[in-house]
C-alpha cells in the first residue's frame, strides 16, 4: 500500500541465504547453552584491510557533535561511528556479507534484519566498560525479543588494546513470559559474579556472534594504538523492536546489493514528525479502537514528536516520550509502555504509529472527544489520513512476536528499565 513505508512481517526468505547450513549441531548447541559463538578468521587479510580503509576515510565523529564539554576524537575516550556510516559502499558489504548474514539467520532461526551498524573506536588510554547486558526496551536496537550481536575485531582484542570479556550462560533465555499483557514480558536479568567472565580472545578477522542478553564488559586500551570492531546488530525479522527500527535514508538503502536491501526494514528521505497510538480493548462484538474526531472525520490520537535526549546516545528511533506526552494532554491516559507498529505517509511526513491494548482494569471512564469503533466496521468511517485501517491490519499479523517499549526518561534511572 502506497500509505505504508513499510511495515516488516516475516513473509519471504532473504535471498542472500540459501540453503546450506552454516554451522555444525554443536556449534548450534553451543550458542544456545552458552550464548556466543566464535568464528576463527571469518574475514581475509584483504576484505580486513579494505575495512581499515574505509574506517580511516571516517573518522568516528558522531558523539561529539552537539555535546557541549564531549571529549574529542582523537583523544583518549570511546567513539562511535554510526550515523555517517553509511556512505561507504566497504561498510556496506560487511553488513551484507554472507558469513555475517547467514549465521546470524541460523541462529536467530529466522530471515532477519538490519537494526544497528556501528563502528566503535577506544583510542589509546581510551576507558573500559562495566558488565551490562543489551536488551533495552528504549533503544531502537535493543527492544526487540530475538537479536544478536555479530562482532569483527579490526585488531586483535588483548590485554593492551583491551579484551572484549563474556559471561557464557549469563543470557537466561527462560526470562520471556507470557503475563496476558498482549505483548510479551521479560524478567530482570541475574548479574553474574565477576569470575564468571572470560576472554574469548578474539583476534583481527574473527566473527563473534553474541545473544543479546549475555553479559559482557570491556577493558581500556593501554596500547598505542586505536581499538576499533563492528559491532553490527540483527533483528529476526518476526520480533520488532518495541521501540520502532531505525530508519535508514533512501541513498543508505541504495547502496545495498538488491539481495542485501531485503536487511533493510524500513527507509525514507522523508523524516517522522508525528506519531499516534492505537488503542485496542475488547468490546461485546469483538476488539474496539479508540479514534478522535475533526468534523466527524476521525484519526488516531497523538500529535508532533519531539526527541527526548534523556539519555544521549546515536540511536534516534523513539518517540514514545513524545507520544506518551501527547496522549496525556489530549485524552488523560497514560500507558505503562507501548510497542511498535509502523511508519505512515501522514501529509508530507512519516508517522510513527505504536500501540497499547488495553486490559479490564481501568476505571470505565469517557475518553475525551473521542470513541471505541468495533474492529469490523472501521472500513465504514471517514478517515483523517487513510492509512488507519492499513494500522489495524498491521497490528493484528500473528506471525509478529512484540514486547515493550519504554521512553528515555522511564527509563534514565535503570538502562534495563523493569
Known sequence: AKDRVQVPNAMGTLRLLGTKRMFTADQHRQYQEQGFLVLR??????????????????????????????TKWPNAGRYTLAKSSWCDPDFVSFAEHPNVVRGASELLD????????????????????????DYKRWRPVGSSLNWLFTIIPMCDFD???????????????????DRGEGVLHVNE??????????????????????NMHLWHKAAENRSDRHRRGLFNKYAARRYPPATGYYLFSDSVYELFTQAGKELIPVHSDKTIETTRLLLERQGPQGPEYFFVGENDV??????????????????IGNYIGSLQTNILN??????????????????????????????NNGFPVAYHEGRWINADNIRKESFRYGYEASVIKD??????????????????????AY
Open 41 to 70: 578468521n571469518a574475514f581475509s587479510e584483504k576484505e580486513m584491510d579494505l575495512l581499515d580503509d574505509a574506517a580511516d576515510r571516517h573518522p568516528p565523529l558522531d558523539d561529539a557533535q552537539g555535546k557541549a564539554g564531549a
Open 110 to 133: 529466522d530471515d532477519v534484519f538490519l537494526t544497528a551498524y556501528v563502528l566503535y573506536d577506544r583510542t589509546p588510554g581510551g576507558p573500559g566498560l562495566p558488565a551490562h547486558h
Open 159 to 177: 590485554e593492551e588494546a583491551g579484551q572484549l570479556f563474556i559471561a557464557p550462560g549469563s543470557h537466561h533465555t527462560e526470562r520471556l513470559t
Open 189 to 210: 536479568a541475574i548479574r553474574p559474579n565477576p569470575d564468571d567472565f572470560i576472554d574469548p580472545q578474539l583476534k583481527r578477522g574473527d566473527l563473534l556472534f553474541m
Open 298 to 315: 476521525l484519526k488516531l490520537p497523538g500529535g508532533d514528536v519531539y526527541f527526548e535526549d534523556a539519555i544521549p546516545d546515536w540511536d
Open 330 to 359: 489530549d485524552i488523560r491516559l497514560e500507558t505503562p509502555w507501548v510497542t511498535y507498529v509502523g511508519d505512515y505517509e501522514e501529509e508530507g511526513h512519516l508517522c510513527r504509529v505504536y500501540a497499547y491494548p488495553m486490559n
Open 395 to 416: 497490528w493484528k499479523q500473528p506471525e509478529l512476536i512484540r514486547g515493550k517499549g519504554l521512553s528515555q526518561a522511564k527509563s534514565r534511572i535503570d538502562q534495563f
